[in-house]
């Protein structure tokens, strides 16, 4: 039996449970439980750990483990992948063919799901087969997964599983890639390493490349890669509003030029590296009409170790987290700018965007970084100690010095392989942390401080207790540029004031692929709207198409919300683009007409303010 609290969730998700639905349905506006407002609420269990993650559907979350003895079974093997229902809080199970250890993924312009590279076949404890057994003679049924790549196209009816062949792969073995998408809507897959470790050690082991899906031919070397060792493991890499990249590893950062395969460095980023083992919480602000929406990047925590500390040989465990915070707006300025800094030293912290224009932040830990071993100073094998509990709301609109406020307490360590996702109508889903070889529960190792976790968490955000609106005219498609269009809020979408209207923005948001604390893929762009409103107090907000400009918002699956007053309605699913991989259809802007609201209802509601 459900819980009263996730029967409510159940309940405020269901406007958003079918993409036709959410595209066309108008309903009364509504207030959201205040009981759940800054909250989080255990709802279930993801079957497998959740290493990775993502919204593949408006009510299905797919999880990808790497190969480890999951209690839960397909194919006659442990799991270690996830189909997770957020409307009933259940579970099926998915076969993968090979070990997704690591792997990287995003959504392509088609809105099929890549997840690429991984780690070789492995049998209990991690322990590597043979070379002579990596396809599938393990006791998990595992493949190597190195140069794999796996498909998904996402489903509403359970009919859908994840293609994992071999005449699909790679050239070179990748594991802790990082993949964007581009423009054209295929993606671009960068670095990582061919057989793992700590960090990336060895130079005979460092793939110093990058390559495409659909691929275009052999990997091309990304000298950024060879000047970044041993720290460059799931470089950081966004596309900017230009259409070129940002790259940073270690403590350096450039933009890459990728169609004239030009690279540019930039200064060092100040204080900390921020890459993965050290896991800085990174993320882009939204971009809006009002910014010309400029791509600005955060980083937060991480780990000050220098070059010759990323090594195991003392007691990473026991050392304190960064807690600096910084910004680059690369297309505008180069300089690094200091940001408010966080309460304590994270590593591991997660951004996550939300629909009202702030930043979700959580998980993590105060002391070591990402990773596990056996190490005498390990605790149990997690290579973190000391979970940060405490959740944050960060606001880049808010004066410097003021931009952090608290949110909500967990009880449920989340360190190393945690993950977390936006979900359609506004909270946030966060499960996984196993920094561990294998599933280990408090019956295998009762000594252990850290084990595996299934438990899947709602966050409900502060405006959970507030009116959501039900706007009507919601879309299911939007183009670059082109034709205008209408979305109708009633008075009480408005929360019975009719001035709201001006607070009142259309959002778009990519809710990324979410593993190793970050979200690849992840932005929130806000539409250029005006307004009619009514006398009777209803309103018309006249909203444009997403800029003429794939690279502010690449092609694909995403969520459109209308944000009224900072308050999020359930989102409709839309596609940007035609759905299609290749150039993207630009069409000229229509202009939006002035906003007109009469005297008469400004002065029924108080005056304009």
């Not at 700018?337 to 591991?348: E, I, P, Q, W």
């Not at 009224?564 to 359930?570: A, D, F, Q, R, Y």
């Amino acid at each position: 039996m459900l819980s009263p609290s996730a029967i409510a969730h159940v309940l405020a998700l269901a406007l958003s449970a079918c993409a036709a639905c959410a595209a066309t349905t108008t309903s009364t506006a509504s207030s959201s439980s205040s009981t759940l407002a800054n909250t989080f609420v255990y709802v279930g269990d993801s079957g497998v750990s959740a290493q990775q993650l993502f919204l593949g559907r408006p009510n299905k979350v797919y999880v990808v483990d790497k190969t480890e003895g999951n209690p839960l079974q397909v194919a006659g093997h442990p799991a270690w992948a996830s189909e997770y229902d957020t409307t009933t809080n259940t579970v099926r199970a998915m076969d993968v063919l090979s070990n997704s250890f690591c792997a990287g993924g995003t959504v392509l312009g088609n809105g099929t799901w890549l997840n690429a590279g991984g780690n070789q076949a492995i049998t209990y404890n991690g322990t590597a087969m043979p070379n002579d057994e990596q396809s599938g003679q393990s006791p998990y049924g595992d493949w190597d997964g190195g140069k794999a790549i796996r498909l998904l196209d996402p489903c509403d009816d359970e009919s859908c599983d994840w293609v994992d062949t071999s005449s699909l792969y790679m050239t070179t073995r990748r594991w802790y890639p990082t993949l964007e998408t581009l423009e054209d809507g295929t993606a671009i897959i960068i670095g990582g390493c061919e057989w793992g470790g700590y960090v990336n050690y060895a130079d005979n082991q460092n793939n110093p490349t990058f390559e495409y899906w659909p691929s275009r031919g052999q990997p091309t070397t990304l000298n950024f890669l060879l000047n970044t060792m041993p720290v460059n493991l799931f470089p950081l890499v966004w596309l900017l509003p230009s259409g070129n990249l940002f790259v940073q590893a270690e403590f350096q950062a450039e933009i890459f030029d990728y169609k004239n395969n030009v690279e540019y460095a930039v200064a060092d980023i100040p204080y900390a590296v921020r890459v993965y083992p050290a896991s800085a919480g990174t993320a882009v602000f939204p971009m809006t009409p009002g910014n010309n929406w400029t791509a600005t990047i955060i980083f937060c925590g991480g780990s000050d170790m220098e070059g010759d500390q990323w090594y195991t040989n003392w007691t990473i465990s026991a050392y304190p987290a960064d807690a600096s915070c910084v910004t680059i707006t690369p297309d505008v300025d180069l300089t690094w700018v200091d940001d408010d800094a966080l309460d304590t030293g994270r590593s591991m912290g997660q951004f996550i965007n939300l629909p009202d224009g702030r930043l979700f932040y959580v998980n993590g830990a105060h002391l070591g970084t990402a990773g596990y071993g056996n190490d005498s100073w390990a605790i149990g094998q997690s290579y973190a100690d000391d979970p940060v509990y405490q959740s944050w709301y960060f606001d880049p609109r808010a004066p410097s010095g003021s931009r952090w406020a608290k949110a909500a307490t967990s009880d449920i360590p989340r360190m190393y392989h945690s993950s977390a996702t936006l979900l359609p109508d506004g909270s946030v889903l966060v499960s996984g942390s196993n920094p561990n070889a294998d599933y280990v529960n408090e019956t295998m190792e009762p000594d252990y401080k850290y084990y595996t976790q299934y438990q899947v968490e709602i966050f409900y955000p502060d405006y959970w207790g507030k009116t959501k609106p039900a706007p009507g005219g919601m879309p299911s498609n939007l183009t670059y540029g082109g034709s205008y269009f209408d979305v109708t809020l009633s008075l009480a979408d408005l929360d019975n004031d009719a001035l709201n209207i001006n607070a009142t923005q259309a959002v778009v948001i990519r809710t990324g692929f979410s593993t190793h604390a970050m979200n690849m893929g992840q932005r929130h762009v806000e539409l250029d709207t005006t307004f009619t409103a009514n006398d009777d107090g209803s309103a018309t907000l006249h909203v444009s198409q997403v800029p003429p400009n794939p690279a502010i918002l690449v092609p694909g699956p995403a969520l459109f919300f209308i944000v009224v007053n900072g308050v999020p309605s359930n989102a409709s699913w839309i596609m940007v683009g035609n759905g299609e991989l290749g150039d993207q259809p630009v069409y000229d802007v229509e202009p939006l007409p002035e906003s007109t609201i009469s005297a008469q209802v400004v002065a029924d509601y108080g005056g304009w303010r």
